[in-house]
Nanobody, 122 residues
């Protein structure tokens, strides 16, 4: 499975961005997907996951602001980010795991994209 993220960029605080993750090589319909982020000098951390069933889960800091969704027909996963804050600045990574259940630990994911930069200015 190859994953390619897009949609990152520079946005002012309070603004929105929509990240997309396009997969090739295999259909994603049976895979749980996740978004993680890594800020400069920090470890990569969990942001959101969506099970094969479509059930989502989020880290507390993004609940109510971010929405993860999947389009199995297009083999994509999206992350809609609203009310962005400077602390959301990071490289965002898409990941896939060959299990149906979503997960918050990066070690449970087998496939990763190269990341897309999100910068939120104050």
């Amino acid at each position: 499975v190859q994953l390619v993220e897009s949609g990152g960029g520079l946005v002012q605080a309070g603004g929105s961005l929509r990240l997309s993750c396009a997969a090739s090589g295999r259909t994603l319909s049976g895979y749980a997907m996740g978004w993680f982020r890594q800020a400069p000098g920090k470890e990569r951390v969990f942001v959101a996951t969506i099970a094969a069933s479509g059930y989502p889960s989020y880290t507390d800091s993004v609940k109510g602001r971010f929405t993860i969704s999947r389009d199995n027909a297009k083999n994509t996963v999206n992350l809609q980010m609203n009310s962005l804050k400077p602390e959301d600045t990071a490289v965002y990574f898409c990941a896939a795991r060959d299990r149906a259940a979503g997960a918050g630990r990066d070690g449970l994911y087998s496939y990763w994209g190269q990341g897309t930069q999100v910068t939120v200015s104050s």
